[in-house]
């Protein structure tokens, strides 16, 4: 025992030489370098100006394949395209979201921008301490004057997807499977029923809820239910649900439309389209609007159709020319501001 | 001739010297070896990060400098010290007495949930009277908490171990439901807490920063809980039913009273520490609320050897890591995974080199340090 651990001693000594040289280095020329240049600008300094900052926090990975995803792309979009000087956090939770917006804006960022609904009262909360700072966040609610909340309508797209649903149907009976029964979700069916009722006066909703974002057995189950019943179109709208709710569709061969993403890959053929709720586009807007000046701070703006949040994704071969047309009428009258706010506390047909 | 009466230092063979060395300074080789332990993480975490390809030193400066290097860092990192070090008492005193508590998590939360009740909905009271009602409320809750399974342990010999992290999870979505249902605030679209009244805030300690006054609060306590553990009769009590239960009966210590004390104190701590980050840093129960706080105050407590200079150091190593992992990503733009794992590292290699301490004092010492 007394030799093991003599060896261990040694080891240890050895390793310790080891890593005191570099160690050693590190504060002697480090702090000098990094005063001065916060790295990035000083290549950039000539060409232009001072490069706007531009930081974002999201609060799951940027791998997520959605919602974070879209907006990183976007970001980094947007950091060549502007050249801007940027910079993210992922995975924050909502116990530390107050501390990294502070870093950052105590860090001299010209705009923080949160990418999550449960930011919203972080952001609001920690603006008035930075009247310098622009803050951004996709919400619902910008109370200081340095705020900007920018939220989708969650319902144009819908709207859309219900008219290529009406039209396309057979049994005039839609499935819908969404996460639950709340307001934003009766909005989406009452968009999905007024869509569809554009061209079929006939027209069913089957309103299914799974209960929880990740449910994608039950969501499967609910849709097969659904398509046992007559439903020949299957809407899913249900987080990960959404991909559960298509493979039912595959196996009993019937159409459906995906949401959030383009989901045509889960079936070709049998995915008419999605409801695309692009998340890139809230970013986008707000620095755009910080390097335009157009956007105005202390506002939230509901964005849908018409600022491109919300789209429909490339049909498959499986639509005609005639339903294509229809989603193109319905998206101009909805720029043209025809379309009434579908109802959210009840369903309409009731 | 005269070598053989007097030996001089360089006849003694070196293997004698190394270890005489370490026995007349075996604090210094300790904290030297957690030091070196702690370089070696960084040494292969930069290994790790030059290979993701971002220029290591780049990182850890910013580790460094976003958890010291600047006025907010500095104030954030003592800010996360506070609930680490009040989770990290509590399993220590826990460990102390014998119990083995890794439920700080969740009386931590439960002490939240206290400072809500009290600092959210009992209005009209002096600042001064209600943050200490607001405390006392989350101590209260803690101890609660704790008492569930210190009490099954006591009276049916239930597993303290296993009583504890369950609770955990039945705390974790007890604070879920409250915060959607009875607790929700009535005036926020999310499902958070309300929000606890201006009377029950913590003043701010250092101006442009999150500090606030439990850091000293936190700093006191420490001292008042060693101060009972090592200095009071209770506290001896508390020690000798951890270490021989039947020894301690023997010796006619009251037994169910030295672990109801050491109950409430665990408990207690955990939940003053919840209580303490609910009304100095975040004013309302959030989704998430404890960052797993309770469950680093275990390895914090460990790596601390359950003394207190070392559990205080030990915290801060845990919040600078906690702060400049944040500071490497949005700075150095190190990948989140890749923090984890170096996290990871640094908490192994410090374990490590406790148990390397403890055969060495062995060695030298011939018992533990």
């Known amino acids: ?350 | 001739m005269s070598e053989l009466t007097t030996p001089n230092a360089l006849s003694i063979p070196i293997k004698d010297r190394v270890l005489q060395f370490a026995r007349n300074n075996m604090g210094i080789v300790s904290t030297l070896i957690s030091i070196f332990a702690i370089i070696l993480a960084l040494f292969i975490g930069g290994i790790l990060i030059a290979l993701a390809g971002i220029n290591p030193w780049e990182a850890v400066t910013y580790l460094i400098k976003g958890s010291f290097g600047n006025r907010y860092g500095f104030g954030e990192t003592l800010t996360r010290f506070v609930p680490l070090l009040f989770s990290s008492l509590s399993f220590a005193i826990a460990h102390k007495s014998g119990f083995f508590n890794v439920g700080a998590e969740g009386q931590l939360l439960m002490g939240a949930v206290g400072g809500v009740l009290v600092g959210a909905y009992v209005t009209g009271l002096n600042p001064v009277l209600h943050v200490i009602l607001c405390i006392l409320s989350g101590v209260l809750f803690g101890a609660i908490w704790a008492g569930i399974a210190g009490l099954l342990k006591i009276f049916l010999g239930a597993d303290e171990l296993i009583n504890t992290m369950m609770l955990n999870y039945v705390a974790l979505l007890l604070v879920d439901f409250l915060i959607q249902g009875p607790l929700k605030s009535p005036d926020s679209y999310l499902f958070v807490s309300a929000t606890i009244l201006p009377s029950a805030k913590l003043p701010i300690i250092l101006s442009k920063t999150p500090l606030h006054l439990g850091f000293i609060i936190s700093l006191v306590v420490t001292a008042a809980v060693f101060y009972l553990v090592y200095r009071t009769p209770i506290g001896f009590q508390m020690r000798t039913v951890g270490a021989n239960r039947k020894a301690a009966s023997y010796a006619g210590i009251n037994i169910v009273w030295a672990t109801i004390i050491a109950l409430i104190t665990t408990g207690g701590l955990a939940g003053m520490g919840g209580a303490l980050e609910l009304m100095g840093a975040q004013f309302k129960i959030v989704n998430g609320f404890s960052a797993g706080y309770g469950y680093d105050g275990i390895g914090v407590a460990v790596m601390g050897r359950y003394n207190p200079i070392g559990i205080i150091l030990a915290t801060l190593l845990f919040a600078v890591i906690r702060v400049g992992m944040g500071a490497m990503q949005r700075g150095a733009g190190v990948p989140f995974p890749l923090l984890n794992v170096i996290q990871g590292l640094i908490i192994v290699f410090v374990i490590a080199s406790g148990y390397l301490t403890n055969k060495l004092s062995e060695t030298v010492i011939g018992g533990r340090a």
């Open chain 1, 1 to 350: 025992m007394k030799k093991f651990s003599l060896v261990m001693i040694f080891v240890l000594l050895i390793g310790m030489l080891a890593a005191c040289t570099p160690a050693a280095e590190k504060p002697a020329d480090q702090p000098v370098a990094e005063t001065p240049a916060p790295e990035k600008p000083a290549a950039d300094a000539p060409t232009a100006e001072k490069p706007l900052r531009v930081a974002m926090v999201f609060n799951t990975t940027i791998k997520d394949g959605g919602y974070a995803q879209f907006g990183y792309e976007a970001l980094m979009a947007l950091k060549e395209k502007y050249n801007l000087e940027v910079s993210y956090q992922e995975s924050v939770g909502d116990a530390t979201i107050k501390d990294v917006l502070r870093s950052y804006a105590a860090d001299g960022y010209d705009l923080v921008y949160a990418h999550e609904l449960y930011f919203t009262e972080a952001v609001n909360e920690v603006a008035p301490e930075f009247p310098d700072v622009k803050f951004g966040v996709t919400g619902y609610m910008a109370s200081s004057p340095n705020v900007i909340a920018l939220d989708a309508t969650n319902w144009q797209g819908v709207y859309l997807a219900g008219v290529v649903a009406g039209m396309m149907t057979k049994s005039n009976k839609i499935a819908m499977v969404t996460v639950s029964q709340s307001p934003i979700a009766l909005t989406m069916v009452n968009a999905m029923y007024m869509g569809a009722l554009t061209h079929n006066p006939n027209v069913q909703i089957l309103h299914l809820f799974t209960g929880s974002f990740d449910d994608v057995v039950k969501a499967k189950e609910m849709a097969t239910a659904a398509i046992k019943d007559g439903a020949d179109i299957v809407y899913a709208n249900a987080g990960l649900g959404t991909v559960g709710a298509i493979e039912a569709a595959k196996e009993h061969n019937t159409y459906a439309i995906g949401s959030s993403s383009d989901r045509s890959s889960l079936a070709p053929d049998l995915v008419l389209t999605s409801n695309i709720l692009d998340s890139g586009r809230y970013i986008t807007i707000a620095v755009e609007g910080l390097i335009n000046g157009d956007l105005e701070w202390g506002k939230v703006y509901v964005l849908g159709v018409k600022e491109g949040v919300e789209y429909l994704a490339p049909f498959n071969n499986a639509v005609p020319q005639d339903v294509k047309d229809a989603v193109q009428q319905a998206t101009q009258d909805m720029i043209d501001g025809k379309v009434p706010t579908p109802p959210s506390d009840k369903y309409m047909w009731e």
